[in-house]
Nanobody, 120 residues
Framework: QVQLVESGGGLVQPGGSLRLSCAASGFTFRDYAIGWFRQAPGKEREGVSCISKSGSTFYADSVKGRFAISRDNAKNTMYLQMNSLKPEDTAVYYC??????????????WGQGTQVTVSA
């Protein structure tokens, strides 16, 4: 059974940093693309970043230059390093995966989410 568990969220001041983790189990982690999404109150869910099986990375324009996605296949874990955080980054962050090797728009498996709040 595929499981994704996010951690690392919290309250941070504008300009601060957080690192989110997504621990995966129940599938061959190294073979799948995996990504981060977020949903702010009253807004639609949006894609933040994705990393493919080969390590290719993709970012939403709103986070380019500030966020960095990575994966550790030995630990079955994906990370999102978030720097220079802004209040508009406040959202619940989810990791998601699908049985494909490249980043996609459709994801089949989702974590429960972790709250990130950027506020003074």
């Amino acid at each position: 059974q595929v499981q994704l568990v996010e951690s690392g969220g919290g309250l941070v001041q504008p300009g601060g940093s957080l690192r989110l983790s997504c621990a995966a189990s129940g599938f061959t982690f190294r073979d799948y693309a995996i990504g981060w999404f977020r949903q702010a109150p009253g807004k639609e869910r949006e894609g933040v970043s994705c990393i493919s099986k080969s390590g290719s990375t993709f970012y939403a324009d709103s986070v380019k230059g500030r966020f960095a996605i990575s994966r550790d296949n030995a630990k079955n874990t994906m990370y999102l390093q978030m720097n220079s955080l802004k209040p508009e980054d406040t959202a619940v962050y989810y990791c998601a995966t699908a049985p494909v090797s490249t980043c996609t728009r459709q994801y089949d498996y989702w974590g429960q989410g972790t709250q990130v709040t950027v506020s003074a």
